[in-house]
C-alpha cells in the first residue's frame, strides 16, 4: 500500500535530492521488493511517459463531473446504512448479461423489454473474421492537390510548401513559418477516412481534434482580419485567441460558428439530422451559413446548438439545448464510445464510421435504445457478441453489417 | 488538497460519517482521477476503470461510519479498485480460454504489480497537481510546452504573448517549483516532472 513518506523520498529522488541515510535505505528496499518497484522508477523518470500520463489525467477529469451524478444518483438509491453490498443498478445488468458473455470492453447493454420480446426467433451467425477498429491517421492535401498519407509517418518535416513548413510531432501536425508571408493564401485540408482521428495545430496555434470521416480546410498562414476553416464530420477546437480576428467555421457549407477564443465541438456529419455545436468554453455564435446575424444564437459554456440539415432549413429556429451533455459529446476524443440513451440507427452510424463497414437494414430499423460506454479499441466481433444479446439479428458479408428483422 | 490540509481531516470524517454528500464531493474531488488512472494502467479500458471506481465509492459510502483517517479511505477505496480490476482481468481471461471458473485470491505478482502502479498513479498526481496549483499565467505555458508540447513560439501564438515572455514564465514556473523542493514537506511534494525538462529544454 501507497506511503505518503516513501512518495516523498522518491520524489526527493527523482529530482536529484540528497537522501539520509534512512532514505536511502528505504527507497533501495522498496525497489528491491519487485521487479515492478524498479521499473515503476524507470517509469517515473521517462519524460514520454509522464506526458501521457498528465495528458491522461487530463481526459479523465473531462468525465468527472458527470460520474459524480452516477454516483450521486446511485446512493441517493441506497438506504443508510444499508446492509446490502451497495453495486450500481447498470453493473447489475451488465453482471446478468456477463454470466453469458463478456464485452471485451466490457461495455453494457439494457434493452427494451418490449422490444425483446417482439423481435424473438432464429440465432444469428457472424462470420469469424475480424475488423479491427480505428487507429491515429489522417490525409494532408497540400496547396499543389499532393495528397500524403500520415498514418505511418515519422516525427519531422512532412512538406515545404510556400512560406511554410508542415511537420508531425508526437503523431500531431504543425505549421512553422519560414518567412515572411506572400500574403497569398495557400490552402491545406486535412482529411480523415472512416477507421482514422487525428489531431493537429493550426498556423495560428489552435488545437484541433478530428473524429473519424471528418476534414478541415484551412490557409497555411492566417491573414487579414478573419481566421476562416472549413470542417465537415465531427471537430474539437480548442481555439486560440486573438484580438479582433475571430475564429469562423463553416460547418458542412451550412452552418457558421463564429468563435471568440474557446473549447467546442461541432458535428456536421451529412447522414445526420442535424448540425451540433457544443460549447465547453468561452463564447460562440452560431447562424446558417445563408442567413445573416439577426438569425444567430449566441451560447454559453454547456449550451448545444442545433441546426437541421434538411433543405430550406435555414428558416427553421435554430434549437438550443441547456444542459448538454458535454462529457457525451467529447467521449470520442477520449476513445470512447458513449452510447447513453442512443437508439441503434445512431449507434451504427458511430460504428460505420470508426469500424470502416456499411450497415444494411434488410427490415425496419429496430427501436431498441442502449446505455453504456465502452473504449473504442476493441474488435468489430467483440462489440457485436454483446448486441446479440439485445436479440438484434445481423451478418457480415466483407465489411458489409447487415441487420436482419 | 484534502491531504494537505490535515486541520480540516477530523472535520471532514465527521462529515463523512454522517453522510455528508458534500463532504463526499470532496473527498470524490480528490481521489477520483488518480482511482481511474490506476484503474486504467491496470485494465487498460478507460470505461470499464471508470465503472470499477464508481462502485469503489458507493461501496466505501456503505461502510463510511467505519473509517478514521482519510489516509484509510484512500487505501480502501484503491484496493478495492485493485480487486475489481483483478476480477475483471481475470474474467476476460477466462473468457478467452473458455473458462468458467474465477479465481478468489490475488496472486502475489498481481499484487506487487498493482501495488507499483498504485505509486506510480500517486506520483503522476503530484505532478499534475502542482501544475494545477501554479498561478494560470505560468500554468497555461507549461501545460502547452509540456502536455501539448508545443513549442516556444506555437505557445506565444496560442497565448497572445510574446516568445521571449513564454521562455520567462517557463523559467519562473520551474523557479517556484524548485523552491517547493526546498520546503518540501510530506504534504507538500514537489513537481520533478518539470525539474527534468527544465534541464533539457
Known amino acids: 500500500m501507497i506511503s505518503e513518506a516513501l512518495l516523498h523520498i522518491i520524489t526527493l529522488h527523482l529530482n536529484d535530492e540528497p537522501l539520509t541515510a534512512t532514505q536511502e535505505h528505504a527507497l533501495q528496499e522498496w525497489a528491491d521488493t519487485s521487479f515492478y518497484n524498479e521499473e515503476a522508477l524507470k517509469l517515473l523518470n521517462d519524460k514520454e511517459f509522464l506526458r501521457n500520463a498528465i495528458q491522461q489525467r487530463e481526459d479523465?477529469?473531462?468525465?468527472?463531473?458527470?460520474?459524480?451524478?452516477?454516483?450521486?444518483?446511485?446512493?441517493?438509491?441506497?438506504?443508510?446504512?444499508?446492509?446490502?453490498?451497495?453495486?450500481?443498478?447498470?453493473?447489475?445488468?451488465?453482471?446478468?448479461?456477463?454470466?453469458?458473455?463478456?464485452?471485451?470492453?466490457?461495455?453494457?447493454?439494457?434493452?427494451?423489454?418490449?422490444?425483446?420480446q417482439q423481435q424473438r426467433a432464429h440465432t444469428n451467425r457472424t462470420t469469424s473474421q475480424h475488423i479491427s477498429p480505428g487507429t491515429n491517421g489522417a490525409l494532408l492535401k497540400l496547396a499543389n492537390g499532393t495528397l500524403l498519407v500520415l498514418d505511418t509517418m515519422k516525427n519531422g518535416i512532412v512538406a515545404e510548401q510556400k512560406d511554410v513548413q508542415v511537420m508531425l510531432r508526437n503523431g500531431r501536425l504543425a505549421y512553422a513559418a519560414t518567412g515572411p508571408s506572400s500574403g497569398v493564401p495557400a490552402y491545406n485540408s486535412v482529411i480523415t477516412p472512416k477507421g482514422r482521428q487525428f489531431s493537429l495545430v493550426l498556423p495560428d496555434g489552435t488545437l484541433v481534434w478530428l473524429n473519424a470521416a471528418s476534414s478541415i480546410r484551412y490557409p497555411t498562414v492566417f491573414t487579414g482580419k478573419e481566421r476562416k476553416v472549413e470542417v465537415t464530420g465531427q471537430v474539437y477546437f480548442e481555439v486560440a485567441p486573438r484580438a479582433g480576428i475571430p475564429f469562423l467555421v463553416n460547418a458542412n457549407n451550412r452552418a457558421m460558428i463564429e468563435v471568440l477564443g474557446t473549447h467546442f465541438d461541432v458535428n456536421a456529419y451529412e447522414n445526420e439530422n442535424n448540425i451540433a455545436a457544443t460549447l465547453l468554453q468561452g463564447k460562440v455564435r452560431i447562424r446558417y451559413l445563408a442567413t445573416g446575424n439577426h438569425a444567430s444564437?449566441?451560447?454559453?459554456?454547456?449550451?448545444?446548438?442545433?441546426?437541421?440539415?434538411?433543405?430550406?432549413?435555414?428558416?427553421?429556429?435554430?434549437?438550443?439545448?441547456?444542459?448538454?451533455?458535454?462529457?457525451?459529446?467529447?467521449?470520442?476524443?477520449?476513445?470512447?464510445?458513449?452510447?447513453?440513451?442512443?437508439?441503434?440507427?445512431?449507434?451504427?452510424?458511430?460504428?460505420?464510421?470508426?469500424?470502416?463497414?456499411?450497415?444494411?437494414?434488410?427490415?425496419?430499423?429496430?427501436?431498441?435504445?442502449?446505455?453504456?460506454?465502452?473504449?473504442?479499441?476493441?474488435?468489430?466481433?467483440?462489440?457485436?457478441?454483446?448486441?446479440?444479446?439485445?436479440?438484434?439479428?445481423?451478418?457480415?458479408?466483407?465489411?458489409?453489417?447487415?441487420?436482419?428483422? | 488538497m484534502v491531504a494537505k490540509h490535515f486541520h480540516i481531516e477530523p472535520e471532514l470524517l465527521q462529515q463523512l460519517s454522517t453522510g455528508d454528500e458534500r463532504a463526499l464531493r470532496i473527498l470524490y474531488n480528490e481521489y477520483y482521477t488518480s482511482l481511474v488512472f490506476f484503474a486504467n494502467s491496470m485494465i487498460h479500458d478507460t470505461a470499464q476503470a471508470?465503472?470499477?471506481?464508481?462502485?469503489?465509492?458507493?461501496?466505501?459510502?456503505?461502510?463510511?461510519?467505519?473509517?478514521?483517517?482519510?489516509?484509510?479511505?484512500?487505501?480502501?477505496?484503491?484496493?478495492?479498485?485493485?480487486?475489481?480490476?483483478?476480477?475483471?482481468?481475470?474474467?476476460?481471461?477466462?473468457?478467452?480460454?473458455?473458462?468458467?471458473?474465477?479465481?478468489?485470491?490475488?496472486?502475489?505478482?498481481?499484487?506487487?504489480?498493482?501495488?507499483?502502479?498504485?505509486?506510480?498513479?500517486?506520483?503522476?498526481?503530484?505532478?499534475?497537481?502542482?501544475?494545477?496549483?501554479?498561478?494560470?499565467?505560468?500554468?497555461?505555458?507549461?501545460?502547452?510546452?509540456?502536455?501539448?508540447?508545443?513549442?516556444?513560439?506555437?505557445?506565444?501564438?496560442?497565448?497572445?504573448?510574446?516568445?521571449?515572455?513564454?521562455?520567462?514564465?517557463?523559467?519562473?514556473?520551474?523557479?517556484?517549483?524548485?523552491?517547493?523542493?526546498?520546503?518540501?514537506?510530506?504534504?507538500?511534494l514537489v513537481l520533478f516532472y518539470l525539474v527534468i525538462h527544465g534541464k533539457t529544454h
Open chain 1, 60 to 116: 479523465t477529469a473531462l468525465a468527472r463531473e458527470e460520474n459524480w451524478q452516477k454516483l450521486l444518483q446511485q446512493i441517493k438509491r441506497q438506504p443508510a446504512h444499508s446492509t446490502f453490498r451497495p453495486v450500481l443498478l447498470w453493473r447489475q445488468h451488465w453482471k446478468a448479461i456477463a454470466a453469458f458473455l463478456v464485452l471485451a470492453a466490457g461495455a453494457l447493454w439494457i434493452w427494451h423489454a418490449n422490444s425483446l
Open chain 1, 297 to 405: 444564437v449566441v451560447l454559453t459554456p454547456g449550451q448545444q446548438a442545433l441546426l437541421q440539415q434538411a433543405l430550406n432549413s435555414m428558416h427553421l429556429p435554430i434549437t438550443v439545448i441547456n444542459h448538454a451533455d458535454t462529457a457525451k459529446v467529447i467521449a470520442w476524443k477520449r476513445g470512447i464510445f458513449n452510447f447513453e440513451g442512443a437508439g441503434l440507427y445512431d449507434m451504427m452510424h458511430e460504428l460505420e464510421r470508426w469500424y470502416d463497414i456499411e450497415v444494411i437494414y434488410e427490415g425496419a430499423i429496430p427501436d431498441i435504445q442502449f446505455f453504456g460506454k465502452m473504449s473504442k479499441s476493441v474488435q468489430l466481433t467483440d462489440l457485436l457478441e454483446g448486441l446479440k444479446v439485445s436479440d438484434i439479428h445481423f451478418r457480415i458479408e466483407g465489411r458489409k453489417l447487415i441487420v436482419m428483422p
Open chain 2, 50 to 188: 471508470e465503472d470499477i471506481v464508481i462502485t469503489a465509492f458507493t461501496r466505501y459510502w456503505d461502510k463510511r461510519t467505519q473509517f478514521e483517517a482519510l489516509a484509510a479511505i484512500k487505501a480502501y477505496l484503491y484496493t478495492l479498485v485493485r480487486n475489481d480490476c483483478y476480477k475483471y482481468y481475470h474474467r476476460e481471461e477466462a473468457r478467452k480460454k473458455h473458462l468458467l471458473a474465477v479465481m478468489d485470491t490475488l496472486p502475489e505478482e498481481y499484487v506487487a504489480y498493482a501495488d507499483s502502479r498504485m505509486v506510480i498513479a500517486e506520483m503522476v498526481q503530484q505532478i499534475h497537481r502542482e501544475i494545477e496549483q501554479l498561478n494560470p499565467k505560468y500554468r497555461d505555458v507549461i501545460y502547452l510546452l509540456f502536455v501539448e508540447e508545443l513549442s516556444i513560439k506555437e505557445t506565444a501564438y496560442q497565448l497572445q504573448i510574446s516568445e521571449n515572455n513564454v521562455r520567462k514564465r517557463k523559467e519562473r514556473a520551474i523557479e517556484l517549483l524548485r523552491s517547493r523542493i526546498v520546503r518540501a514537506n510530506l504534504g507538500n
